[in-house]
Nanobody, 122 residues
Framework: QVQLVESGGGLVQAGGSLRLSCAAS????????MGWYRQAPGKERELVAN???????NYADSVKGRFTISSGNAKNTVYLEMNSLKPEDTAVYYC????????????????WGQGTQVTVSS
């Protein structure tokens, strides 16, 4: 069974910083990409950033230059460093893992974390 566990959300003032962490556990052979999505009240879930197993990164335009996604030294971990936070960054942030393989050729459905609240006060 694959599980994504997130941590690091909280309340911060505008201009502040937070760091989110996500670790995927289970009998995982490999993961193609991990990333972070967010969903604000009344809005659709949107991609914030993701990183492939090869190290390629992709960011939403709204966070470029402020957020940095990285892979941890531990396998199947990902971090999101969020700087210069704005009130519009307030949302529930979800970790995502896509292209999960339990063995070569044995692919699982994409997984989501439980979500962590990030609140930025003005």
């Amino acid at each position: 069974q694959v599980q994504l566990v997130e941590s690091g959300g909280g309340l911060v003032q505008a201009g502040g910083s937070l760091r989110l962490s996500c670790a995927a556990s289970g009998s995982i052979f490999s993961i193609n990409a991990m990333g972070w999505y967010r969903q604000a009240p009344g809005k659709e879930r949107e991609l914030v950033a993701n990183i492939t197993s090869g190290g390629s990164t992709n960011y939403a335009d709204s966070v470029k230059g402020r957020f940095t996604i990285s892979s941890g030294n531990a396998k199947n971990t990902v971090y999101l460093e969020m700087n210069s936070l704005k009130p519009e960054d307030t949302a529930v942030y979800y970790c995502n893992a896509e292209g999960i393989y339990l063995a070569p050729g044995v692919r699982m459905y994409d997984h989501w974390g439980q979500g962590t609240q990030v609140t930025v006060s003005s």
